[in-house]
Structure formats: structure tokens, C-alpha cells
């Protein structure tokens, strides 16, 4: 058990639907990774300080209330500000085809939709990773 | 890792926080560098006090260190937390559910929470957390307090690294052969009961009656807590500030 992948999955902004963020997080432990939750309604600052004390591998947004052209840029930026630039920065959720280009020009690696199987985040993870083992 | 270790452990040192939570991935994952890590750190330590929380899952263990570590802040205190939660058997994923219960610290720039899990370790801690309990010391924590997994009876090893240790119960836990029983109860420093309004007088009847038919030199104190409501968590500062106290008090005898 060396090295295992450790993932945030994180809801930023006033969004209250999580079942698909605990689901994720339910589906990537099974896949062996070590995930943790932060829960409903958290700020930029707060998910990106989580990220540097948990020296998280991975972090999976999860949005599904409009508010993503605003909160996943000022994230990715506060990663890099934080010496965190290195993350593997997923997100989820309701994100419009529209803003999906712009949203990965700035930094977010691959957006998953509702019914994308869990395998696929996972493999898509152990590809993507720098530097780690799987 | 590809990472320039020094930089990493002055930056630790200095308050950044992504090198602190580095060094302890470091720790985790057996990284080369580790024994160079502990030597910077070896020369720093000694200042924090270490406080063990150990109970069985659903206890309140979390929810009990969220209400104590706001305590300390009200004193001024800075406090590292190790939250360790179990690695499956099968997969060896973890999902690391503690820091949830902690939100009202999350932007607490005096409160570093880091979430580990067991790894295979199966005495309620990782290998790992004895070296993180040092890096969090040696980077000016005044406090670290130490969750383990949720355990009932044989995880003793928590015991090793801290100063003082509590055992978490809830009413329901068990009656007084529970209490009988080698283990925690031999080693705990200080009893609480939570969720006391459930039927603490009950279980706290029974323990202070299996206690004082122990052979242990002096009884733990049982101090009865409602979390959630946060009810009796100033009887527990209390409790462990006194601790602290004869810690210190003997620290300089020696």
C-alpha cells in the first residue's frame, strides 16, 4: 500500500446538492484512493487551504449552481498563489458546454458530467498524476 | 517527490503551509528524505503538548476536538490536528471523514488540520503520525491533539506519543464487563463521557465503580460532555490544562 493517490472533492459556493460529490468520493476510495470531503458551501480560500495542509495529489470541483466561471478560475489561481500549482484540478457537476473551453484554458484538467462512470475519473486520475505512483 | 527538503523544512518552519502539509506526505509515503526531515526537526522539539483522543467511531470524537480546539484559540493557543481515519483492508482507500466535524476552523490561520489514514496500521494510528506529532511541534504549534480511528478496546498505541490520553465513550457503550476489560480503560488519562445526556450518570456510575476496584495507582477523572451542545468541554480544558501543568511541573524536575 504505497503511496496512495489522495483526492479533495470539494463544493464551493452556495450549492446544497452534494449526492454526486459523495458518491465520487464513495467511488474513488474504492478505487483505492485516500478522499476527503469538505462539505457544502466553502469558500475559494478555505478549499485551496485544505488543499495545502492535506497536501491533497487531486482536487475534484463540484458545482451545480451556475456559480463556476467564477469560483474555479479564483481557485486555480489561489493554488498556484499557494505553491499548490501542481494539483490535478477536476471538476463536476452542471457545467454548460459553452463554458467548458475556457474553463480548462485556465487550468481544469478534464470536466466530468452526470453518468460519467467512476472508472473513468479514476483512470483518468492515475494518468494524469505528476510524480506519484499508483 | 522531487523537492528541495531544506526549502520545504524552513518554509514548514517559517508558517507555509503547503510545505508543512508536504513534510508530512513526506512522512507518510517513507520518503527518502525522511531522516533528514526528523534531524531539523529533533532540535526544535519539546515545546507543544500532545494531546491523544481515542474512543469508539461515533463517539464524538471529532465533534469533541472541534469544541476543544476552539478553547485553546480562546486562550491564544496555536493547535495542530492529526486526524487519522482507517484505510480499507481490500482496496486501501480511505475516505478521511474527520476534518468535516472541525469546519469553524477551516480559515483559522492558528489551527493546521491534516487527515491521515491508517495505512494498514492497526493499533488506532498510522506509522507516520509519531513523525508528524514532531513536525507539528518543531513548527510552533503550542497544542497538537491526536484523533485516532474509532477503536473500542486494544489500540493503545496513541498512548506512546502523547501526554496525556482520553477515552471517548458514549452511554450504550457497554456495561461494567465491558469496563473490566484490559486496554484503553488501563491507560486512559482522562475518562469522558459524551452524549451525556443519553444516560451519562449511568455509565459514569458504572466506571467509577469498576475504577476504584482497579489496581491502578489513582483513578482517571470522568468528565461528562455534550459535544454537540457544547456542555462540560470547559471542565474538560479544564482537566487537561491542569495536565499540562504537572507535565511542565515535572518536565522541570527532571
Redesign the interface.
Known amino acids: 500500500?504505497?503511496?496512495?493517490i489522495?483526492v479533495l472533492i470539494a463544493k464551493p459556493g452556495l450549492d446544497g446538492h452534494d449526492r454526486g460529490a459523495i458518491t465520487l468520493?464513495?467511488g474513488?476510495?474504492?478505487?483505492?484512493?485516500?478522499?476527503?470531503?469538505?462539505?457544502l458551501r466553502?469558500?475559494a480560500?478555505?478549499i485551496v487551504?485544505?488543499?495545502?495542509?492535506?497536501?491533497v495529489d487531486v482536487l475534484g470541483l463540484s458545482l451545480l449552481s451556475g456559480g463556476h466561471n467564477y469560483y474555479f478560475p479564483k481557485i486555480i489561481d489561489l493554488l498556484k498563489e499557494?505553491?499548490?500549482g501542481h494539483v490535478l484540478v477536476l471538476a463536476g457537476g452542471i457545467i454548460p458546454n459553452e463554458d467548458r473551453k475556457s474553463l480548462k484554458e485556465k487550468g481544469i484538467k478534464e470536466i466530468f458530467g452526470p453518468g460519467t462512470p467512476i472508472s473513468e475519473i479514476a483512470d483518468f486520475i492515475r494518468k494524469n498524476i505528476k510524480?506519484?505512483d499508483s | 517527490?522531487?523537492q528541495d527538503v531544506d526549502k520545504l523544512i524552513a518554509g514548514a518552519f517559517s508558517g507555509?503551509?503547503?510545505?508543512?502539509?508536504?513534510l508530512?506526505?513526506m512522512v507518510e509515503?517513507?520518503d527518502a528524505s525522511v531522516s533528514r526531515i526528523l534531524e531539523a526537526v529533533s532540535s526544535k522539539l519539546g515545546r507543544a503538548y500532545r494531546i491523544g483522543i481515542t474512543g469508539s467511531p461515533g463517539s464524538g470524537k471529532s465533534t469533541l476536538i472541534d469544541k476543544l480546539v476552539a478553547a485553546m484559540r480562546s486562550k491564544g493557543l496555536t493547535v495542530g490536528v492529526i486526524c487519522v481515519d482507517p484505510?480499507?483492508p481490500i482496496?486501501?482507500?480511505?475516505?478521511?471523514?474527520d476534518?468535516?466535524r472541525m469546519?469553524q476552523h477551516?480559515?483559522d490561520d492558528g489551527v493546521?488540520?491534516?487527515?491521515m489514514?491508517s495505512?494498514?496500521s492497526y493499533g488506532g494510528i498510522s506509522k507516520a503520525v509519531g513523525a508528524a506529532v514532531d513536525i507539528f511541534d518543531a513548527s510552533g504549534k503550542d497544542v497538537v491533539v491526536i484523533e485516532t480511528v474509532g477503536i473500542g478496546q486494544e489500540g493503545i498505541d496513541i498512548t506512546k506519543i502523547v501526554d496525556t490520553t482520553l477515552l471517548v465513550l458514549a452511554p450504550g457503550w457497554g456495561d461494567s464487563m465491558q469496563l473490566m476489560k484490559a486496554g484503553v480503560l488501563e491507560v486512559a488519562d482522562i475518562i469522558v463521557i459524551n452524549k451525556a445526556d443519553l444516560g451519562g450518570d449511568g455509565l459514569a456510575d458504572s466506571i467509577r465503580e469498576i475504577l476504584a476496584l482497579s489496581t491502578r495507582k489513582s483513578a482517571p477523572p470522568v468528565i461528562q460532555t455534550q459535544a454537540f451542545n457544547n456542555i462540560g468541554i470547559d471542565d474538560l480544558y479544564r482537566e487537561l490544562e491542569n495536565r499540562r501543568n504537572e507535565h511542565h511541573h515535572k518536565a522541570k524536575e527532571r
Open positions: 500500500m504505497s503511496k496512495p489522495k468520493a464513495m474513488l476510495r474504492d478505487e483505492g484512493m485516500e478522499v476527503i470531503y469538505t462539505g466553502q469558500t480560500e478555505n487551504r485544505t488543499c495545502s495542509q492535506e497536501y499557494n505553491g499548490m510524480g506519484e | 517527490m522531487k507555509d503551509e503547503s510545505s508543512l502539509g508536504c508530512l506526505t509515503n517513507d484505510s480499507s482496496t486501501g482507500g480511505a475516505v478521511l471523514g476534518r468535516i469546519e477551516y480559515s493546521f488540520i491534516r487527515s489514514a495505512r494498514g
